[in-house]
Nanobody, 127 residues
Framework: QVQIVESGGGLVQAGESLRLSCAVS????????MGWFRQAPGKEREFVAA????????KYLDSVKGRFTVSRDNAENTVYLQMNSLTPEDTAVYYC????????????????????WGQGTQVTVSS
């Protein structure tokens, strides 16, 4: 069974940065397209970023474009989410997800498309 563990969350002030990490084990990492989602209190889980197997294709939620960067290190079985210029609206539990795919360039934008999920890491941004 694939294991996904997120880390790097915490409490920061508005304007600061965080880098989330997502370590994947018990699977073939370079066969997975990866995604980041978040869920704020009282809200549905929403897509944040996606990256293809090759890392060539990256997609973002409009509100995080230019502030967040998703990347992956296939040698380390890890995907990252660099979050800059954080605002209180970014406060949420952030989840990492994985989906097996034969395509090097496929990416996925909805949570129903992902097979594997981590437990999440809390990000809190104070004003």
């Amino acid at each position: 069974q694939v294991q996904i563990v997120e880390s790097g969350g915490g409490l920061v002030q508005a304007g600061e940065s965080l880098r989330l990490s997502c370590a994947v084990s018990r699977g073939t990492f370079n066969m997975y397209a990866m995604g980041w989602f978040r869920q704020a209190p009282g809200k549905e889980r929403e897509f944040v970023a996606a990256i293809s197997r090759s890392g060539e294709i990256r997609k973002y939620l409009d509100s995080v474009k230019g502030r967040f960067t998703v990347s992956r290190d296939n040698a380390e079985n890890t995907v990252y989410l660099q979050m800059n210029s954080l605002t209180p609206e970014d406060t949420a539990v952030y989840y990492c997800s994985a989906k097996n795919t034969a395509s090097l360039r496929s990416y996925y934008l909805t949570d129903q498309q992902y097979y594997y999920w981590g437990q999440g890491t809390q990000v809190t941004v104070s004003s």
